[in-house]
C-alpha cells in the first residue's frame, strides 16, 4: 500500500535539500577564505591611476630585447639562462608562495658563465611565484613567472 505524500513530507524534503545546498556553500567559503594569502593590490583606486605608467614601463623593457628563463636544479639552487643581457648585470629574485603560506624570500644570483647565473641561496621545495630583476646601469627589466 502506497502511503501518501503530505505537505510534512514536502517541508522535510525542501528543509534537507536547501539544508545540504547551504552547508556546501558554507563549507566552499570557509576554505576560500582560510586559503587566500592576501590582496593583489592595496587600493584598486590608485592601481588604477598607476596603470599607464606600468604600460610605459613594460614597453621599455620588452625594447631592451632582454630575456630570461628559470630552472630549479635538483640541489635547489636556481639558474637563470638569461637572453641579450650586458656583461656584468646584476640579477635579483623575490620569492612569494602563491597563496601567502610561506614567508617571502630573497635571492641573489652570482654569474656561472656567460649568459648563465646561479642563485646564491637555495629555494625551497615546492610553487613560487619569483619576480625577477636583471639590472645594467640605469636599465631595468623585471618579470613574474611560476616555479614549480
Do not use: C
Not at 513530507?9 to 556553500?25: C, D, P, R, S, Y
Not at 630585447?65 to 635547489?76: H, M, Q
Amino acid at each position: 500500500m502506497a502511503r501518501e505524500f503530505t505537505g510534512r513530507h514536502m517541508l522535510l524534503t525542501f528543509v534537507g535539500g536547501f539544508g545540504v545546498v547551504v552547508a556546501v556553500n558554507f563549507y566552499m567559503a570557509s576554505q576560500a577564505a582560510s586559503s587566500f594569502g592576501g590582496v593583489t593590490v592595496e587600493n584598486s583606486y590608485i592601481a588604477s591611476q598607476k596603470f599607464n605608467g606600468w604600460l610605459d614601463e613594460a614597453r621599455a623593457q620588452e625594447a631592451l630585447g632582454w630575456g630570461a628563463e628559470l630552472v630549479r636544479k635538483d640541489d635547489g639552487y636556481l639558474v637563470v639562462e638569461a637572453v641579450g643581457v650586458p656583461a656584468g648585470a646584476e640579477i635579483s629574485a623575490e620569492l612569494r608562495h602563491p597563496l601567502g603560506l610561506k614567508d617571502r624570500a630573497r635571492l641573489t644570483f652570482a654569474p656561472q658563465a656567460a649568459m648563465r647565473y646561479i642563485s646564491n641561496e637555495k629555494v625551497e621545495s615546492g610553487r613560487w611565484t619569483v619576480r625577477l630583476t636583471i639590472l645594467s646601469g640605469k636599465d631595468r627589466w623585471e618579470r613574474e613567472m611560476p616555479l614549480e
